[in-house]
T-cell receptor, first 114, second 113 residues
Framework: DQQVKQNSPSLSVQEGRISILNCDYTNSMFDYFLWYKKYPAEGPTFLISISSIKDKNEDGRFTVFLNKSAKHLSLHIVPSQPGDSAVYFC?????????????FGTGTRLTIIP | DGGITQSPKYLFRKEGQNVTLSCEQNLNHDAMYWYRQDPGQGLRLIYYSQIVNDFQKGDIAEGYSVSREKKESFPLTVTSAQKNPTAFYLCASDFREVNQPQHFGDGTRLSIL
């Protein structure tokens, strides 16, 4: 049972435009959500997170939106740059319930077209 | 510089051998984790440890073993019982505080000869 789903395996976006990556979850106990960026043969790098008490968190070019009723979160990158080309993973945990384990989605490969 | 160091970067194993992957962190993090990544899949949790001398199985612990004798170190042994050990292994750590992210090392790629 996949509790965190990234239904788009890949996404291509023109440089300078907005990239929107989506993630759905099924476990209503999840209360902390994160996005990681990963280059080949490297470990994931933490990008941005959001707790369930918020519906938006912004950090520079990156904004994460959380829709709890729809169990959906999205990562917006504006403007997209060539260095943003990577695989993006969303992850979730139920920390308030004492469960610190992260559950990851399968990733979306983002390609920025110059 | 603080960080998580995984070694070696590439590791080869013969059939029937046990191998140990190293993970060291100097971030003073309380908890440490081991994940496995296979092509086209997300990261799956193998084992995790929240404090020294204690650890718990993750979702795919069969064929693996760990120890946590020091706060800084969390080695993973891939035993001969692991039937499909070829994968990219990632170590992570965090402070266990609410709303603090896990940080990752650069991984070890294990291949079977």
């Amino acid at each position: 049972d996949q509790q965190v789903k990234q239904n788009s395996p890949s996404l291509s976006v023109q440089e300078g435009r907005i990239s929107i990556l989506n993630c759905d979850y099924t476990n209503s106990m999840f209360d902390y959500f994160l996005w990681y960026k990963k280059y080949p043969a490297e470990g994931p790098t933490f990008l941005i997170s959001i707790s369930s008490i918020k519906d938006k968190n912004e950090d520079g070019r990156f904004t994460v939106f959380l829709n709890k009723s729809a169990k959906h979160l999205s990562l917006h990158i504006v403007p997209s740059q060539p260095g943003d080309s990577a695989v993006y993973f969303c992850a979730a945990s139920a920390r308030s319930f004492g469960n610190e384990k992260l559950t990851f989605g399968t990733g979306t490969r983002l390609t920025i077209i110059p | 510089d603080g960080g998580i160091t995984q070694s070696p970067k590439y590791l080869f194993r013969k059939e029937g051998q046990n191998v140990t992957l190293s993970c060291e962190q100097n971030l003073n993090h309380d908890a440490m984790y081991w994940y496995r990544q296979d092509p086209g899949q997300g990261l799956r949790l193998i084992y995790y440890s929240q404090i020294v001398n204690d650890f718990q199985k993750g979702d795919i612990a069969e064929g693996y073993s760990v120890s946590r004798e020091k706060k800084e170190s969390f080695p993973l042994t891939v035993t001969s019982a692991q039937k499909n050990p070829t994968a990219f292994y990632l170590c992570a750590s965090d402070f266990r505080e609410v709303n603090q992210p896990q940080h990752f090392g650069d991984g070890t790629r294990l291949s079977i000869l």
